[in-house]
């Protein structure tokens, strides 16, 4: 562990703020693993129900088709991760990756209301989500 710590701090990452870089780090690896699904034909087909039904995305598949809305999502991921990641040494660079997030997650979250049967009926107060709609 000691050998990490001292190549992380040679790097300049662990100067300070150590919870802040690994959040960044997460984040990296996130967009890492997300855009790479997007290359792989289940994960084209499986969010179908998510670019019909979004508000921000609709146009995706008319401009782009269903694979390439996929890869137009993967390479957008990897260039946010990108982003974050170089924002270890250039903090622009990383608030532009940071507002590419906040675009994403801005899209992702727009398409939970419009989602057909996303919802369970009322059960305890609050209702349950259903079917695809928790991304699991």
Do not use: C
Not at 66 to 79: D, I, N, P, Q, T
Request: proline content about 6%; aromatic content about 22%; charged content about 10%.
């Amino acid at each position: 562990m000691n050998f990490v710590t001292n190549v992380l701090v040679k790097l300049g990452i662990l100067k300070e703020d150590l919870d802040y870089h690994f959040i960044r780090s997460s984040m990296v690896i996130i967009y890492f693993f997300f855009g790479y699904q997007k290359w792989f034909d289940y994960e084209a087909q499986g969010l179908i129900p998510f670019f019909t039904h979004g508000p921000l995305i609709f146009w995706m598949y008319p401009v782009f088709g269903v694979k390439g809305a996929s890869y137009f999502l993967g390479v957008s991921e990897w260039l946010f991760g990108a982003l974050l990641l170089a924002g270890f040494w250039n903090k622009k660079l990383g608030i532009l990756g940071a507002l590419g997030s906040v675009a994403t997650f801005i899209t992702t979250i727009t398409i939970i209301p419009f989602m057909p049967d996303g919802w369970l009926h009322l059960q305890a107060g609050f209702p349950p989500w259903s079917g695809t709609l928790p991304f699991s």
